[in-house]
C-alpha cells in the first residue's frame, strides 16, 4: 500500500498544497497527521477523487449548479471586465491639481547657458 505526503496528494490531486492542506483539516479527505507531516494512503486519496468525480458528474447530470459557483463565476466576469476597461489615472470625484511653476534659472548659470 503506498502512501502519500501533503505535496504529493496535492500533486495527485492537481491542487495547490494549501487546498490540500484545507481539504485534510476539513476531514474531506482521509488523512492522519504524524508529527508534523499530512500522510494520506494512496486508496484513500483516489476514493475522494472518484466520490468527487461521481458526485460532479451527477450535478451536471440532472443540471443543477451550485450557487456558490455562479457568484464566483460573476465575480470572476466583473474582474475580467475591469481589467479590460481603460484604467483612468485619478480616483473619481478628485479634480486635477494644476503643476507647480518652477522658477526661471538666472541666464548666468552654467544650466542655462548649456541650453
Same mark, same amino acid.
Given at each position: 500500500?503506498?502512501?502519500? $505526503?501533503?505535496? #504529493?496528494?496535492?500533486?495527485?490531486?492537481?491542487? $495547490?498544497?494549501?487546498?490540500?492542506?484545507?481539504?485534510?483539516?476539513? *476531514? $474531506?479527505?482521509?488523512?492522519?497527521?504524524?508529527?508534523?507531516?499530512?500522510?494520506?494512503?494512496?486508496?484513500?486519496?483516489?476514493?475522494?477523487?472518484?466520490?468527487?468525480?461521481?458526485?460532479?458528474?451527477? @450535478?451536471?447530470? @440532472?443540471?443543477?449548479?451550485?450557487?456558490?459557483? #455562479? #457568484?464566483?463565476?460573476?465575480?470572476?466576469?466583473?474582474?475580467?471586465?475591469?481589467?479590460?476597461?481603460p484604467?483612468?489615472t485619478?480616483?473619481? *470625484?478628485?479634480?486635477?491639481?494644476?503643476?507647480?511653476?518652477?522658477?526661471?534659472?538666472?541666464?548666468?548659470?552654467?544650466?542655462?547657458?548649456?541650453?
Amino acid at each position: 500500500m503506498r502512501t502519500f $505526503d501533503l505535496q #504529493e496528494c496535492a500533486d495527485f490531486l492537481k491542487v $495547490d498544497r494549501t487546498t490540500a492542506m484545507k481539504l485534510a483539516q476539513q *476531514g $474531506d479527505i482521509v488523512g492522519a497527521r504524524i508529527g508534523r507531516a499530512w500522510v494520506f494512503l494512496e486508496d484513500d486519496v483516489v476514493a475522494f477523487l472518484r466520490e468527487q468525480a461521481q458526485k460532479q458528474t451527477l @450535478e451536471r447530470l @440532472e443540471g443543477r449548479t451550485n450557487p456558490d459557483h #455562479e #457568484e464566483t463565476d460573476r465575480r470572476t466576469h466583473a474582474a475580467i471586465q475591469r481589467q479590460l476597461q481603460p484604467a483612468t489615472t485619478r480616483k473619481p *470625484g478628485r479634480t486635477a491639481r494644476a503643476l507647480p511653476r518652477l522658477p526661471d534659472l538666472p541666464a548666468n548659470t552654467p544650466a542655462a547657458q548649456a541650453a
